[in-house]
Structure formats: structure tokens, C-alpha cells
């Protein structure tokens, strides 16, 4: 089968098209699906630049994120049969064969049916960005209707979704945005206050909108200096979520003082950690978010697609840090 297969740590030019040898059935309760979409990720480009978990595993083939048809199943698979549609956040982070190919093998228990009114693209951008949304203003934040909540970055990958899941809830949502075209995104989103973060202080525009109290949920979808810069647009006994690793430098005497309850959002530790009942969570949030999808209440936006063979190109747009949704490889 063709796959993009990481050679070395480095830059995009290290993703290479191959023939590999295409993954088979190992245990009775695993599932064959040939790929039709892979979503890209920013952990796929930050394991391409530094190394994946397992460097001693390499070549690797990247890509978390899949969405596909069974064309075959292990004889305990009670769940799928051939033909059915799937997605899944499974593989790709060098322990394992990633989604960057034709087929791949995955445990039907880590997998769900694909919503029935999104292309294999759309289904393929939305594993990894619902699960990190739902577990982070879910299940960390506790988010809770009419609480209001700013979410950093809202018209990204992880943010667009996150201001859906927040106004299902019946939550209020500022979030931050760097132009006028993802203003009107996270706008049709639902998003009732868009932050020009580049012209207008976040921390002064979000106390005005709590009429200076401070939102109850932040949620850093950013990472670095913005984690320690957010503590003060938090109100009292908030709550702040980060995905991504905070600053060495972090002032966390804001947070402290405010009795923050501050919360790591990591989507891929039970992968990492192979506990098996939180994979079966997640993908249990993936049938729920499936049901939101077919009935119109939640989007998924892909802002480009590229053919297999064009993984670099994609992984270069992607470091750019300006797009808007998510961006997918599409496969045969």
C-alpha cells in the first residue's frame, strides 16, 4: 500500500511516499479499514520535527486522526461489519502505523461510526479536535449553562468546536481571533464576542463582559506565555484549561491568589498510556458527537485538503499558524 512514512526528525521534506507492506488483522477484536481521509494535526508536525515516543521504532507513519471504510474484521468484532463508515483518533504516534496510508488495523472498541452527513474529509479533521474540546470544557472546566467562557484561538482546529460544545451547554463564549474573516466564523459559530487580541486587550475586554468579574471557564488552546497572561481575566474559583505546555516563566501567583482551579487537557494520554476504559470514553464521545453532527447542531470546518502524496505541502501551511478549522489528506 502507498503511505507517507517519516524518515528522520526534521522538516516536512522528511514525510516521503512509499509502498509498505499494508497492515493486517492480529487480534480477534481488530478491524481493517482502507482510508479514504486523514486529518493533520499539530502534534503531527511537532513529532515530525523533534521525534516520535517510540524513536526507536522509525520509520513511522504519522497521522492521528482517520476516517474510512472496514473492509475486513477480526472474528470477536461485534460492532462493525464490512462497508460500514468509521472514524477514530487511534495510531500515528510511532508506537503504531498512523492514518498517513491506505489502510490501517485498529481496535473496533476504539472506534466509531461516522455521522451520516459528513464527508470522509469533514469525518477525518474531527476526532482528535471533539475529543480535546469535550474532555476540556466537559469534563476538566465542569462548564455549566450560562456560565460565560473564553476560549482562545476560537476559529482553530480545537476552538471552533469548543465554541459549539460551550453554547450547547447554554454557556456564553468570547473568544480571541486575529482577523475579520475568523471574527465571522466564530460568529456564525455562535461565539457572542469576537476579540481582536492583536488591537484590543483581551483581559480588560473580557472583565467588561462579565461586568468585572471574570469569565468563569478559560480555555488555552494557545500554550506558552498566554496560560500565565489569561490568570487575570478569570474570575474567582474559576476555572482554566490549557492543552498545550505552559511557559517555564509562568507567574502562577494570579492563578493562586484567585483559588483557580487550573486543569491539563491531553486527548492522547490513554493512548500513550494504553488505558483501555478511557479510549472506550472517547470514542463513546465520538458516537455522541456523531448524533450532534446528523442533527445539525455541530460542525466540523476544513480549511484545505491535499492529495496523500502532498503531506509536506500540508504540514508547511499548517506551521504556519494562520489557518482557520483543520486541514486533511485525502486518500485514493
Known amino acids: 500500500m502507498k503511505a507517507i512514512v517519516m524518515t528522520a526528525p526534521g522538516k516536512p521534506d522528511v514525510l516521503e511516499l512509499r509502498e509498505v507492506p499494508q497492515p493486517t488483522i492480529q487480534n480477534p477484536s481488530e478491524i481493517l479499514v482502507k ?16 521525534g516520535t515516543f517510540y524513536p526507536d521504532l522509525m520509520p ?31 495510531g500515528g504516534l510511532g508506537s503504531s502505523a498512523g492514518n498517513y496510508a491506505e489502510y490501517i488495523v ?71 481571533v486575529s482577523s475579520r474573516e475568523k471574527a465571522d466564523l466564530v460568529q456564525e459559530l455562535g461565539a457572542d464576542l469576537a476579540i481582536f487580541y492583536k488591537e484590543s486587550d483581551f483581559v480588560s475586554l473580557a472583565l467588561n463582559w462579565t461586568g468585572g468579574q471574570g469569565v ?48 491539563f487537557e491531553l486527548m492522547l494520554t490513554p493512548i500513550l498510556q494504553n488505558i483501555v476504559s478511557e479510549q472506550q470514553a472517547q470514542a463513546k464521545i465520538l458516537n455522541q458527537c456523531a448524533r ?27 506551521e504556519t499558524g494562520s489557518v482557520s478549522g483543520k486541514i486533511v489528506l485525502l486518500i485514493g
Open 35 to 50: 482510508l479514504h481521509a486523514a486529518g493533520v494535526n499539530p502534534i503531527d508536525t511537532k513529532l515530525r520535527q523533534r
Open 60 to 90: 513511522a507513519i504519522l497521522g492521528c486522526d482517520g476516517a474510512g471504510e472496514v473492509v475486513e474484521v477480526g472474528t470477536g468484532v461485534v460492532k462493525f461489519r464490512g462497508g460500514d463508515r468509521v472514524y477514530f483518533c487511534q
Open 106 to 176: 485498529v481496535d473496533e472498541r476504539f472506534v466509531a461510526k461516522m455521522p451520516g452527513s459528513l464527508s470522509f474529509a469533514e469525518a477525518a479533521a474531527a476526532p482528535l479536535v471533539l475529543i480535546t474540546a469535550w474532555e476540556a470544557l466537559y469534563d476538566r472546566a465542569r462548564l455549566d449553562a450560562g456560565q460565560q467562557v473564553l476560549i482562545h484561538a476560537g476559529a482553530g482546529g480545537v476552538g471552533h468546536v469548543a465554541i459549539q460544545l460551550a453554547k450547547l451547554k447554554g454557556a456564553s463564549v468570547a473568544t480571541t
Open 216 to 263: 468563569d471557564v478559560a480555555f488555552d488552546t494557545v500554550g506558552g506565555e498566554l496560560l500565565g497572561a489569561t490568570f487575570p481575566a478569570v474570575k474567582l474559583y474559576g476555572d482554566v484549561v490549557t492543552i498545550l505546555e505552559p511557559d517555564p516563566k509562568t507567574n502562577w501567583k494570579v492563578a493562586r491568589n484567585k483559588n483557580l482551579r487550573v486543569s
Open 292 to 318: 450532534l453532527i446528523d442533527a445539525g447542531k455541530l460542525t466540523i470546518q476544513v480549511n484545505q485538503t491535499f492529495p496523500l502524496e502532498e503531506a509536506a505541502q500540508a504540514h508547511q501551511l499548517l
